[in-house]
């Protein structure tokens, strides 16, 4: 895979017009984009009919954690707007994930990506929920989980990639946010890494946000991300 193609911009944006900003700028130089909950609200699906009209991918980041039937409605739908992958959450448990798999179907094109456990999450986080494992224990069994139910891959840090890549093997997507450059600030990622080391511990995907979208230069500042990969 061309490491350009791994790298996805997370356009988390609450508006239209400065997400439509971003991706102009950027041009050719992105051909991925994140679309998440905040965006969605604001800008709607049309903005990620533009983007797929564009010949651009598309990550729909909706994390979907409800009823197995309202899962497999709302990943029919990302499938008729043309979008790349889209996110179920693993808690959900088996039924929810199968759900969205079977979805799915009719869309050959489309990814489903359980999300293990978010980047911000620490051990004191699970444990407040009940988890008495660590947040490595518990992306694990949480993959191992979706990968029973048929997703296509996973969402989790940087820091879980290799154990991840061992336990699904090479077939599986594994995407990873919480990536910044050396010596950025990780903000709200409690388990970062970079967008190199990620790769090279065995992410399909890395997820890159406001190193690109809060630069000066955009641009600039995502091919730095790619000079990045191969320094």
């Known amino acids: 895979m061309d490491p350009n193609n791994q790298i996805i911009v997370a356009l ?5 017009p400065t997400a439509e900003d971003l991706v102009d700028q950027l041009g050719d130089e992105c051909g991925f984009y994140k679309v998440g909950l905040e ?3 604001a800008a709607g699906p049309d903005f990620v009919k533009q983007l797929v009209a564009r010949g651009k991918e598309v990550f729909l980041d ?3 954690f409800e009823i197995p039937n309202s899962v497999a409605g709302a990943v029919h739908v990302a499938g008729a707007l043309g979008v790349s992958m889209v996110t179920v959450h693993s808690m959900g448990g088996t039924g929810i994930m199968t759900a969205a798999v079977d979805a799915a179907r009719g869309f050959p094109d489309l990814r489903i990506l359980a999300l293990t456990v978010v980047t911000s999450m620490t051990d004191e986080d699970l444990a407040d929920i009940g988890v008495s494992d660590s947040t490595e224990q518990q992306v694990l ?5 979706a990968g029973k139910a048929g997703c296509h891959g996973v969402i989790a840090s940087p820091q879980d990639v290799l154990a991840l890549r061992s336990a699904l093997g090479s077939n599986a997507l594994i995407v990873t946010p919480g ?3 050396p010596g950025e600030t990780p903000f709200e990622h409690a388990r970062p890494g970079t967008p190199r080391a990620a ?3 065995g992410a399909s995907h890395v997820v890159v946000g406001r190193t ?3 630069a000066p230069d955009p641009t600039a500042a995502l091919r730095l991300v790619h000079a990045s990969l191969v320094v």
């Open 199 to 201: 790769l090279a511990e």
């Open 62 to 64: 909706l994390k979907l």
């Open 39 to 41: 965006l969605l609200t």
């Open 141 to 145: 069994r949480l993959a191992r989980l």
């Open 212 to 214: 690109v979208t809060r």
């Open 12 to 16: 988390d944006c609450d508006n239209r």
């Open 179 to 181: 990536v910044t450059l």
